[in-house]
């Protein structure tokens, strides 16, 4: 990680020690497996699924939306960083048309746009939606509608998982061992709110 982001980067005790986001670490085995060679992170912050995808899935170009521009910054400092920057590709707003100029198939799509999804996700929009493997953080504590919109709009195409967050009693990494149940607890504490995804994978793969 670069430095200089302990007070901006959130839930970074949970990204270094490897619990972030953990309902979600089979989905991200089995983008690996995959061997895509794009993979779409639509809000992508500093870069913590960019970087982890462009280490891991070698032959991939990993592209990194976000509307801040610091954030894009940091991206591509960690980019380089990594040794992956060559294989890194950092834009601003992302919308369907954007999405719909690349590949029908080898692409995955991860989305955390704080409720644009909505907007974002339109498979009448970008029909090339329909043949991707895509994960979205669903934000309905913005817009009540979104979970039921988004899997309405996806049920013929894809098999629709819906995940939800977790408790972290379970996963106290021994580096943090030290700290009292409440400090662990505030430690890895990753968002205020319940959360949950929607993995969606096509009927008909776009991988190849």
Known sequence: YIPGLEATAGDLVAKLAGTYERELHGVVEEWIADDLTHVIDVGSAEGFYV????LTIPRATVHAFDIDAAARE????????????????????????????????????????????LALLDPQLAPRLRG????????????????????????????????DALPRQRDIPEEISFATPRQRAALLKERPLKMHWAHLRPRQPSSG
């Open 74 to 117: 940091r991206c591509a400092a960690m980019a380089e960083l990594n040794g992956v920057g060559e294989r890194v590709r950092i834009g601003g707003l992302c919308d369907p048309a954007s999405l719909d100029a690349f590949p029908e198939r080898g692409v995955a799509l991860w989305s955390d746009c704080e409720g644009g999804e």
């Open 51 to 54: 970087i982890g995808f462009a």
């Open 132 to 163: 991707w493997t895509i994960l979205v953080e669903l934000h309905d504590f913005v817009d009540p509608s979104i979970t039921s919109t988004i899997c309405a709009r996806f049920a013929a195409s894809h098999e629709i998982e819906i995940i």
